[in-house]
């Protein structure tokens, strides 16, 4: 399946049992929502879904159920973060053959090294298959920064990179990578609280979080800052940044999977070493849910 990386790509969470295992209902239930409210495509196994507390198998099993989920409606893309490059290697090949359209290729886990190794790691995972890849770029979480220059070298290597997501808060960044690389490759805003910035900075999608409870919102944030009708972008971000705030936190795996329970979504369980919200950590999160659903904008008020 060809993939048009522009729009909402929800990264999307992993439900839980209370036990730990994998809740496979509630994550094809939680696919199909995404999907019929307008995104674009998934991404499973990334930092969101847990992909460092899932086991190789769990990652294939979390593919596998949300390409049967979607049934071809949208491309499924798969986080591929390993704490070698043999395991991440083995990883995208075996993503390949469960249905993944597209790989999202991440630095490896708890090594931050120079470019040389780093290079040599990102080209072993994109010559593993012929699928295209969206390079993550989060020097904040994984220590590792991909320059404009080294990116740009990546895509003169490799055909199928095709994709950057960008997390580095910097909206100036968008600009150098995408002088580096001209149209060559599409660019992803990767941090909720910085969408509309990016977009204006030239932004083709989004890679969203808070999308996991709000999808209607995230879609219509995202195609009314794309159609350029600033008063209803600025009225709708200016609702939506305290949620999108819960994204950029040590904690955004919690608060947003906290959020989508209260809303009667996927459950909140969340594996170790992450642990349940504390009391105070719950209230302050409740106080900025309940406002946000008391100020809520009618769907007609919010469309493009």
Request: positive net charge; glycine residues 6%.
């Amino acid at each position: 399946m060809t993939i048009h990386w522009t729009g909402v790509f929800p990264a999307i969470t992993t439900p839980l049992r209370p036990s730990g295992a994998l809740h496979l209902p509630a994550l094809a239930r939680h696919a199909r929502w995404m999907i019929d409210s307008g995104c674009r495509g998934l991404i499973c196994s990334g930092s969101l879904g847990e992909s460092a507390t899932l086991s190789f198998e769990e990652k294939l099993t979390v593919l596998r159920t949300c390409v049967r989920a979607v049934r071809g409606r949208a491309p499924v893309v798969i986080g591929i973060a390993a704490l070698s490059t043999a395991e991440a290697v083995a990883l995208a090949r075996a993503a390949a053959q469960a249905g993944a359209a597209g790989l999202m290729v991440l630095p490896p886990y708890a090594y931050s090294t120079d470019w040389t190794e780093m290079k040599a790691h990102v080209a072993a995972v994109l010559r593993a298959t012929r699928l295209p890849c969206l390079l993550y770029n989060n020097p904040l979480a994984y220590k590792t920064d991909f320059l404009p220059d080294q990116i740009a070298e990546l895509a003169a290597d490799h055909p199928n990179l095709t994709a950057v997501k960008e997390s580095t808060g910097d909206s100036r960044r968008l600009t150098a990578i995408r002088a580096a690389v001209g149209s060559r490759l599409a660019l992803l805003v990767g941090m909720d609280d910085a969408i509309v910035e990016g977009i204006r900075n030239g932004a083709d999608g989004w890679v969203a979080g808070l999308v996991n409870a709000f999808p209607i919102e995230s879609v219509a944030l995202f195609e009314t800052a794309v159609s350029g009708n600033r008063i209803r972008t600025e009225t709708l971000y200016h609702w939506f940044l305290p949620l999108l705030r819960l994204d950029t936190v040590p904690k955004f795996v919690q608060y947003i999977k906290w959020v989508q329970s209260e809303l009667g979504g996927c459950p909140a369980n969340v594996r170790p070493p992450r642990l349940a919200l504390t009391p105070a950590e719950i209230a302050s999160a409740q106080a900025i849910l309940s406002t946000a659903l008391r100020t809520r904008l009618p769907r007609e008020s919010i469309s493009p």
